[in-house]
């Protein structure tokens, strides 16, 4: 078992944060347009991609109000089936540290090593839409 | 001890990915406008991020034209120090196949997950780059 781990500051307040990961309307600004999210815990959330031709199944395992959210996943992409996602916020400095764990791949894949770098890349577009830079969703469908 | 591994697809040759990797003209494309790098085996290549507040200190340990690069690290960030930075290039559909592992880690701390999510952000911006979008280096100085 391996995960991936990513961290960022964000210029924004926690609550801010954590509204862009625990709502439909703030996931669709940095992740994909195509997202289908309760805000409840034990809810789903469906994130789709290239015209729904690969949907990343959730199950809403954890909410914590400006500290904490929690994901598993349980399809449809067999590489992500059985991963666990969680989010970490943390106060600094007027702002938020955002920490995120992917855990549960089974190895170390080309699949794994590409998704790491758009984690990468989405943990930045994030960071650009709490902090008004508008960049709009990495896929737009 | 643990490594980070990236992958992304390019739309451009495999000798221009390269060039964005083997030369200092390259480098300042999408990394940091601070880099000096030599273009030999043996050579040495400085990346400074803040005015200079840190540099990445290499050696240039491999170059095999449009097919691998690799760097070592010796400092001056502790974490970084002793890592060893490898790119592997492989065409694939007209395009290039672009793997990059940072071996040597010596544990997951909030750094490495800080530098993931920026390696993740700078694999974006060399596609960026090299599929003529210009986006300007990560670090402009």
């Given at each position: 078992m391996?995960?991936?781990?990513?961290?960022?500051k964000i210029?924004?307040?926690p609550d801010k944060v954590y509204a862009a990961l625990a709502t439909e309307t703030g996931l669709k600004q940095w992740w994909t347009a195509d997202?289908?999210?309760?805000?409840?815990?034990?809810?789903d959330a469906e994130f789709g991609f290239d015209k729904r031709g690969m949907v990343f199944h959730?199950?809403?395992d954890n909410l914590d109000?400006?500290?904490?959210?929690?994901?598993s996943c349980h399809g449809d992409h067999p590489e992500w089936a059985g991963t666990?996602?969680?989010?970490?916020?943390?106060?600094?400095?007027?702002?938020t540290m955002l920490r995120f764990t992917q855990s549960g791949?089974?190895?170390?894949?080309d699949f794994y090593a590409m998704c790491n770098s758009t984690w990468g890349e989405l943990m930045y577009r994030m960071k650009d839409y709490l902090e008004g830079r508008e960049p709009g969703p990495h896929w737009k469908q």
């Open positions: 391996t995960e991936l781990k990513h961290q960022i210029n924004a307040a997202t289908r999210a309760d805000s409840k815990i034990g809810g959730m199950k809403i109000p400006a500290k904490h959210v929690v994901w666990v996602l969680t989010w970490d916020l943390t106060p600094q400095d007027g702002g791949w089974k190895a170390a894949t």
